[in-house]
């Protein structure tokens, strides 16, 4: 079993949708990460979160300590918002999933 | 502040033979990782180093992979020899602490490897 679950895996939406990434794990935690991957393979941390939400320009992370889950949201999506987007958590070690493709056709 | 940096990006041998990989963390991080990615999976970690010491090599073939960090700085990951199934996107990663501890995370470029 995978500590880390991400759903969907493969997301394709038009552009201007409203999307929503889910993250769920099973291990204690002091973090949660959101990472991007775009097909060049470098990773870009997007947000780092403990508790509640942080938002940064169209896009938004909450996080449900209780619930151990976390959601990924991108307002107003582009397509260079695709890419692949990747939830880590920080327990004793990092912990990553998957992984959900992104694409935002025009 | 400068980034991780890796080299090479891209890297193509035949099986059997050897490669090596380098990193360098951001400056004044004390754990670099090293993950492997495969096409459509999520990263998996290699080896974890807490300045010039290791933390974590569980996950290390070591039959064929090694890793070292001798200065506590900088890090080269080694495959000999290489099979195809190494064929994957090596990530270098560092960080001012170890995982546990609200830890930001950065990731460098990654080398793709193509075992042939």
């Known amino acids: 079993k995978n500590e880390v679950e991400q759903s969907p895996q493969n997301l394709t939406a038009q552009e201007g949708e409203f999307i929503t990434i889910n993250c769920s794990y099973s291990v204690g935690i002091s973090a949660l990460h959101w990472l991007q991957q775009h097909p060049g393979g470098g990773i870009v941390s997007l947000f780092m979160l403990s508790s509640g939400k942080k938002k940064h320009g169209r896009l938004i992370a909450t996080i449900n300590i209780q619930e151990k889950h976390s959601s990924l949201h991108i307002t107003a999506s582009h397509p260079r918002d695709s890419a692949v987007y990747i939830c880590a958590v920080d327990g004793n070690q990092f912990y990553f999933g998957t992984g959900t493709s992104l694409t935002v056709i025009p | 502040e400068a980034g991780v940096a890796q080299s090479p990006r891209y890297k193509i041998i035949e099986k059997r033979q050897s490669v090596a990989f380098w990193c360098n963390p951001i400056s004044g991080h004390a754990t670099l990782y090293w993950y492997q990615q495969i096409l459509g999976q999520g990263p998996k970690l290699l080896i974890q180093?807490?300045?010039?010491?290791?933390?974590?090599d569980s996950q290390l073939p070591k039959d064929r992979f090694s890793a070292e960090r001798l200065k506590g700085v900088d890090s080269t990951l080694k495959i000999q020899p290489a099979k195809l199934e190494d064929s994957a996107v090596y990530l270098c990663?560092?960080?001012?602490?170890?995982?546990?501890?609200?830890?930001?995370?950065?990731f460098g470029n990654g080398t793709r490897l193509t075992v042939t």
């Open positions: 180093f807490q300045n010039n010491g290791v933390v974590d």
């Open positions: 990663a560092s960080s001012p602490w170890t995982g546990g501890n609200n830890s930001p995370l950065h």
